[in-house]
């Protein structure tokens, strides 16, 4: 288990992912990005202010979409999906925070093409911590990380509700 | 004594009436009806939450809107749905309400959506269904007699924090016919809660209940008088169908004394929205040049009608809020 004091710092990582993601909206400028809530927006609207040709952001809250409705009903705050691009025949990478089972992927990826056909989907995350359940892979990742099952990586935004507010990860072992 | 509408844990497991529902049990339906918004806009109006699950739309009493809205939702959850027509099957061949009822559970029903002449026929089906151990399956309340219409309710308080931004200090009146009204009384439940400022119920004696005032709202007589300084104003239809007494002299009448018009409608706040739960009766209950006029809010009533249906839906289905 990484020390807590010593988890790596969100925006630098952000800004790695930001230069590894800067060829594809080079060569393919109608890239669009989608944001999965809460984390993957927050990383997602930062990237496209990193990103020279400041790409447009969607945001999918999966919550419609996952498989484990019937065990644990709605969630109580389910945030509105906004993809303000038609996405039909564009490339889309999706942005999530932490990479764990593939079972958020699974359902953005359903919620996606139900908005329409996308010419291809990557995936950008800024933590890949293990415990796949599915196969499903991280096209571009910041930072790889083997936690426990109990553990809870969670990334936050300081204030909240600012847009530029400082996202930091914490990590508990509850 | 238990609410029947929530399960041992204190979860909403069935929609039977706004009444005893919480303010945060209402936000959060509210919360949640606004998250559906935005499925019913996109080309592909379908989302997978109740995939596999079957509604069963039980309808003893007529209703066109009521029923179709009920379906539009539970489709665009991706349920199954199967309508009955309560007035032409085996109830009119002399099958009991919980005969049909358990039928009905044999066929695996996930849910039942009942609309029943009877205040109360929702009720003793919930009663039912704990008796017997069923309780996996929800009920929603689609109106019964004069008791309550919690989706109307709902989708009402919906449009009125979408138009209003929230109820503190909002002024309402109801018009019209409250006597017949489950719609009345849905709505009143919701707005207490939810915190209005005031509450006007305006109408002649005849079509105002007796004791309405027990339920902590202004009755007027007089329509200009009620409509003072309201934010929002709720036209009833006038309920001629189930009028058994001479309790009106004519519509015409009506509509001179009550009849929602521009000229009446400036005893309100100037940017007062207009709502009906339909069907409307042009000319009696409301005038064509109010129901067209922009501060009318009838058809997104209708829009928000169905995401507020999907969100009770699934969070009924989904262990409740």
Redesign the interface.
């Known amino acids: 288990m990484p020390d807590l004091k010593k988890l790596p710092d969100a925006e630098h990582q952000i800004a790695a992912l930001a230069e590894s993601l800067r060829p594809i909206f080079e060569q393919a400028p109608d890239t669009v990005l989608i944001g999965v809530f809460t984390g993957g927006v927050w990383i997602a609207e930062r990237l496209s202010q990193l990103l020279p040709s400041h790409p447009p952001v969607g945001s999918v809250?999966i919550?419609?979409?996952r498989d484990d409705?019937?065990e644990?009903?709605?969630s109580?705050?389910?945030?509105?999906?906004?993809v303000p691009v038609d996405i039909a025949g564009k490339p889309v990478i999706l942005v999530d925070d932490v990479l764990y089972t593939g079972r958020t992927t699974r359902a953005a990826l359903?919620?996606l093409f139900?908005?329409?056909r996308p010419a291809s989907v990557q995936l950008a995350v800024l933590a890949d911590r293990g415990g796949r359940q599915l196969p499903i892979a991280a096209d571009y990742c910041a930072w790889q990380v083997e936690l426990p099952e109990k553990a809870n990586l969670v990334l936050a935004r300081t204030p909240l509700d600012n847009p530029k507010g400082q996202l930091t990860w914490s990590l508990d072992d509850a | 004594m238990l609410d029947p509408q929530l399960d041992a844990d204190g979860n909403l497991i069935h929609l039977l009436s706004t009444e005893g529902l919480s303010r945060e049990q209402l936000t959060?339906l509210l919360?949640?009806g606004?998250?559906f918004?935005?499925?019913s806009d996109?080309?592909?109006k379908?989302?997978?939450?109740l995939r596999g699950k079957s509604v069963f739309n039980l309808f003893f009493e007529n209703s066109t809107r009521t029923r179709t809205t009920f379906e539009i939702a539970a489709k665009r959850l991706s349920a199954d749905v199967i309508n009955l027509n309560m007035s032409t099957s085996s109830t009119a061949k002399g099958e009991t309400l919980l005969d049909t009822v358990d039928n009905l559970c044999a066929m695996h029903a996930d849910m039942f959506v009942v609309r029943h002449e009877s205040s109360g026929a929702p009720h003793l089906i919930v009663d039912h269904l704990r008796r017997t151990g069923r309780n996996d399956i929800h009920l929603i309340n689609a109106g019964d007699g004069r008791h309550g219409h919690p989706t109307q309710g709902l989708l009402d308080m919906y449009t009125i924090r979408h138009y209003k931004g929230g109820f503190e200090g909002l002024n309402v009146a109801l018009i019209g016919d409250i006597l017949h009204s489950r719609v009345a009384r849905s709505d009143i439940h919701a707005l207490k809660t939810l915190g209005a400022a005031s509450i006007r119920v305006i109408g002649p004696q005849t079509l105002i209940p007796t004791d309405i005032e027990a339920l902590g709202v202004e009755v007027h007589r007089d329509l200009e008088g009620g409509l003072k300084d309201c934010d929002v104003v709720i036209a009833l239809r006038l309920q001629r169908e189930r009028m058994t007494g001479a309790l009106l002299p004519s519509a015409t009448e009506f509509h001179d004394r009550y009849g929602l018009t521009h000229e009446r409608l400036k005893a309100a706040k100037p940017d007062a929205i207009v709502m009906h739960p339909g069907p409307m009766n042009r000319g009696v209950e409301i005038d064509s040049a109010v129901a067209d006029s922009p501060r009318a809010v009838i058809l997104p009533q209708v829009t928000f009608g169905i995401a507020m249906r999907m969100a009770v839906m699934?969070?009924l289905a989904?262990?409740?809020?």
């Open positions: 809250d919550s419609f979409y409705f019937s644990r009903g709605l109580p705050n389910v945030q509105p999906t906004s359903n919620e139900d908005y329409g | 959060r919360d949640t606004a998250s918004i935005g499925v996109r080309d592909m379908k989302v997978p939450l699934s969070v989904g262990g409740g809020a």
